[in-house]
């Protein structure tokens, strides 16, 4: 298997400009998790599926940010408008529920906005 | 505020030398789990230990964890320089699936 992909891996962007980050998840696995990760606050939970279904979105910071998984094997994360506040390394991790809760982790995209 | 603590921050060791890293947390758990970290990659998850256990084994890697106390740790024993990371614990919340992570212990295993 591929492992959990991320695209971009690198974004720079302006601030005030939308930000999509994707996600395609292990081939079976049905939950996924969106992180984020900064020196000064470590990682953070943002959200995360189960089966496609939103379950736990109490770490996404505010209206600005959404996320969707549209099915399966596919997530987006979105940020409009971005700030600069915003500049971390955006995580996506996939796992079973059946597996004890050991996730699997992509790359990461390391998103810098100006 | 993070569930886990990790101790210490940053150690650095010598090659076959062995490591210890301490996690501390703060309420009920299910399990807890260990991952690894490269610099400037995801996490890799290393090992999991329910909270019914109170010791585990995989490889170099031992860890034990001990409810009463609310922490673990993690010893890898004749470490190598490509055991360099940063070493995170997670543990679950409120049984769900979601995970809290401490802020990692930094380890430099130098040749």
């Known amino acids: 298997d591929a492992g959990v992909i991320q695209s971009p891996r690198h974004e720079v962007t302006e601030m005030g400009q939308e930000v999509t980050l994707r996600c395609k998840p292990i081939?079976?696995?049905?939950?996924l998790f969106w992180y984020r990760q900064t020196m000064m606050r470590g990682l953070e939970l943002l959200i995360y599926?189960?089966?496609?279904?939103?379950?736990?979105d109490s770490g996404m910071p505010e209206d600005r940010f959404s996320a969707k998984m549209p099915n399966a094997s596919f997530s987006t994360l979105k940020i409009q408008p971005s700030e600069p506040r915003d500049s971390a390394v955006y995580f996506c991790a996939s796992s079973m529920t059946s597996g004890l809760g050991a996730q699997y982790f992509g790359p990461g995209t390391r998103l810098l906005v100006l | 505020s993070q569930q886990g603590e990790e101790d210490p921050q940053a150690l650095s060791i010598q090659e076959g030398e062995n490591a210890t890293m301490n996690c501390s947390y703060k309420?009920?758990?299910?399990?807890l789990q260990w991952y690894r970290q490269n610099s400037g990659r995801g996490l890799v998850h290393l090992i999991l230990i329910r909270s019914n256990e109170r010791e585990k084994h995989s490889g170099r890697l031992r860890v034990t964890l001990d409810t009463s106390k609310k922490s673990s740790s993690l010893l890898i024993t004749a470490s190598r320089a490509a055991d360099t990371a940063s070493y995170f614990c997670?543990?679950?919340?409120?049984?769900?699936?979601?995970?809290?992570f401490g802020k990692g212990t930094k380890l430099t295993v130098n040749p």
């Open positions: 997670a543990t679950d919340v409120g049984g769900s699936e979601k995970l809290v």
């Open positions: 081939s079976g696995h049905n939950s």
């Open positions: 599926f189960n089966n496609n279904v939103p379950i736990d």
């Open positions: 309420t009920s758990i299910n399990n």
